[in-house]
């Protein structure tokens, strides 16, 4: 159970992930602050939701045509959120950490009447009648949405240049990719054009943009989140997943995203986790594998630089030297593209659909 004053101690444990030295009082952009910084000075009734969200509207408004995260902002609605939850506040009604915080969606994710396209000109006047449970939760859990996010198309690729809205671009430097297929959701998360993302993982696809953009994704444990109404990829591989700045922040998401859905078969009951409190958790005790054969071979000298520094960090972290392991071979992905060609099958006979690719 977890009210206001138990929160805010909570919360403070959060702090030692954050990496901006600003206080929060003295953020001048609203949009710099995390969500950890946004969810106490909301909780505590020094910062409305309505004045965070249209401080990321007007950062949209100013990034998008630069960095085209977004296939759909939703401005009208996100404001209509964001006084209903500032009225309730007023009245003593906080649902919360998540109260007031606005986030953005990866557009293969269902929300009634927006339209949801996987970024596919096949699917361009696709408007769900029902939301996916793992938006419903999320809103229930008093997020505000700011819009729909950009992805390589279907979800098939790593580039998320593959769209029917145009190439989405990696915020650091916009003549790069900024991966996928949640090329969007990371570049969203990068830009500071939302406070959270949620994106979807098959192979890579939260994990890769994510490395790209230098934000935190979380691939979590499958089924552990709702995927019904999500264009899925495959279902037996397939997860939804939160990207955001930091361990915390995406501590504060998992913590109202997990959950068993029962309509959705491969969703699984799990172990009831406190992951706010986990953040004042030590490292300690946790082993680290270091892959062996080719795993780390044709590194760019960089990333293997970096690499080393990290390995570095957590052995000191863990208090215990890594130790080596040999992978198993890849999987045999038949099943996958088997579970994809059956959802995409009416799309593929529809001789309609075949001129320009």
Same mark, same amino acid.
């Given at each position: 159970?977890?009210?206001?004053?138990?929160?805010? %101690?909570?919360? #403070?444990?959060?702090?030692?992930?954050?990496?901006?030295?600003?206080?929060?009082?003295?953020?001048?952009?609203?949009?710099?602050?995390?969500?950890?910084?946004?969810?106490?000075?909301?909780?505590?009734? %020094?910062?409305?939701?309505?004045?965070?969200?249209?401080?990321?509207?007007?950062?949209?408004?100013?990034?998008?045509?630069?960095?085209?995260?977004?296939?759909?902002?939703?401005?009208?609605?996100?404001?209509?959120?964001?006084?209903?939850?500032?009225?309730?506040?007023?009245?003593?009604?906080?649902?919360?950490?998540?109260?007031?915080?606005?986030?953005?969606?990866?557009?293969?994710?269902?929300?009634?009447?927006?339209?949801?396209? *996987?970024? %596919?000109?096949?699917?361009?006047?696709?408007?769900?009648?029902?939301?996916?449970?793992?938006? #419903?939760?999320?809103?229930?859990?008093?997020?505000?949405?700011?819009?729909?996010?950009?992805?390589?198309?279907?979800?098939?690729?790593?580039?998320?240049?593959?769209?029917?809205?145009?190439?989405?671009?990696?915020?650091?430097?916009?003549? !790069?990719?900024?991966?996928?297929?949640?090329?969007?959701?990371?570049?969203?998360?990068? *830009?500071?054009?939302?406070?959270?993302?949620?994106?979807?993982?098959?192979?890579?696809?939260?994990?890769?943009?994510?490395?790209?953009?230098?934000?935190?994704?979380?691939?979590?444990?499958?089924?552990?989140?709702?995927?019904?109404?999500?264009?899925?990829?495959?279902?037996?591989?397939?997860?939804?997943?939160?990207?955001?700045?930091?361990?915390?922040?995406?501590?504060?998401?998992?913590?109202?995203?997990?959950?068993?859905?029962?309509?959705?078969?491969?969703?699984?009951?799990?172990?009831?986790?406190?992951?706010?409190?986990?953040?004042?958790?030590?490292?300690?005790?946790?082993?680290?594998?270091?892959?062996?054969?080719?795993?780390?071979?044709?590194? !760019?000298?960089?990333?293997?630089?970096?690499?080393?520094?990290?390995?570095?960090?957590?052995?000191?972290?863990?208090? #215990?030297?890594?130790?080596?392991?040999?992978?198993?071979?890849?999987?045999?992905? *038949?099943?996958?593209?088997?579970? %994809?060609?059956?959802?995409?099958?009416?799309?593929?006979?529809?001789?309609?659909? !075949?001129?320009?690719?």
């Amino acid at each position: 159970m977890i009210n206001r004053r138990n929160f805010i %101690s909570r919360s #403070m444990a959060a702090t030692i992930f954050l990496k901006s030295g600003a206080g929060m009082a003295q953020a001048q952009d609203l949009t710099e602050l995390s969500l950890v910084e946004a969810s106490a000075l909301i909780s505590q009734g %020094s910062l409305s939701p309505g004045d965070l969200t249209r401080a990321y509207l007007d950062r949209i408004e100013r990034l998008q045509p630069l960095v085209n995260a977004y296939i759909t902002v939703t401005a009208d609605l996100a404001m209509a959120q964001a006084e209903q939850l500032q009225t309730e506040l007023e009245n003593g009604q906080w649902r919360g950490p998540l109260h007031g915080i606005p986030i953005a969606l990866k557009d293969n994710i269902d929300t009634a009447g927006i339209a949801t396209t *996987a970024a %596919s000109p096949l699917l361009t006047e696709r408007i769900p009648e029902q939301d996916a449970p793992i938006y #419903m939760r999320l809103r229930e859990a008093g997020c505000i949405l700011l819009g729909k996010l950009n992805m390589h198309e279907f979800a098939w690729g790593g580039t998320s240049a593959i769209t029917q809205f145009g190439p989405v671009h990696n915020p650091w430097n916009l003549d !790069h990719i900024p991966g996928g297929s949640s090329g969007g959701s990371a570049a969203a998360m990068a *830009a500071r054009l939302c406070l959270a993302a949620l994106g979807t993982d098959t192979l890579a696809s939260i994990r890769l943009p994510a490395a790209y953009c230098g934000v935190t994704g979380l691939k979590p444990s499958h089924g552990l989140s709702s995927i019904r109404s999500i264009i899925p990829v495959a279902e037996s591989l397939d997860h939804v997943g939160p990207l955001c700045r930091s361990v915390a922040d995406t501590a504060y998401m998992l913590q109202a995203m997990k959950g068993f859905d029962p309509l959705d078969p491969v969703s699984i009951q799990s172990p009831e986790t406190d992951y706010l409190s986990a953040l004042a958790e030590t490292a300690e005790g946790l082993r680290i594998g270091l892959p062996t054969g080719d795993y780390f071979q044709r590194l !760019h000298p960089d990333v293997a630089s970096a690499t080393d520094k990290a390995l570095d960090t957590l052995t000191t972290l863990t208090s #215990m030297a890594p130790k080596e392991i040999t992978l198993p071979e890849p999987p045999n992905f *038949a099943p996958l593209l088997a579970e %994809s060609a059956a959802w995409h099958e009416s799309l593929l006979d529809d001789e309609g659909n !075949h001129s320009g690719y």
